[in-house]
């Protein structure tokens, strides 16, 4: 894949190249997907997340943070033509990898753009709202 134009590469298609890459194994997830959903408070990343189906072997790379976990489809959906994590995955995800503070505010905005809605923060809290591939949160 080949990408012709001065300046930054845009999100989208580094994201792009990255499901590439991993021949259609992996999906978009943690920051670059939170990104791609324009929820606020994250890090910038030159690196895009994608997390790949266990077993597949997980290659990072410069340019690509590998991330491995049993993903069911109701995990991730299509956005703008790639696999993404849905928006209540892709805050979890965050909550397991990028400190509470970054968590908080990634979900208050996705809430506040209707992404996830109270049932489900209140499910997170209780650990009822996710499985075993959520890291924990999903315990009973």
């Not at 805050?91 to 397991?96: E, G, I, K, P, V």
Request: proline share 7%.
């Amino acid at each position: 894949m080949y990408y012709v134009q001065a300046g930054e590469v845009p999100l989208r298609a580094r994201c792009r190249a990255a499901v590439l890459v991993t021949a259609g194994r992996a999906v978009v997830s943690h920051v670059a997907a939170g990104h791609l959903y324009q929820l606020d408070a994250l890090p910038p990343s030159a690196r895009v997340d994608v997390t790949v189906r266990s077993p597949e072997p997980r290659r990072s790379s410069a340019l690509i943070r590998a991330h491995r976990a049993d993903l069911d489809p109701e995990d991730w959906g299509w956005l703008a033509g790639l696999p993404v994590t849905n928006p209540g995955r892709t805050c979890l995800d965050l909550a397991r990898t990028q400190g509470r503070l970054i968590a908080v505010r990634a979900i208050e905005s996705a809430w506040s753009q209707g992404y996830v809605d109270h049932a489900t923060c209140w499910g997170w809290r209780n650990g009822r709202a996710a499985g075993p591939a959520y890291g924990g949160f999903g315990q009973p």
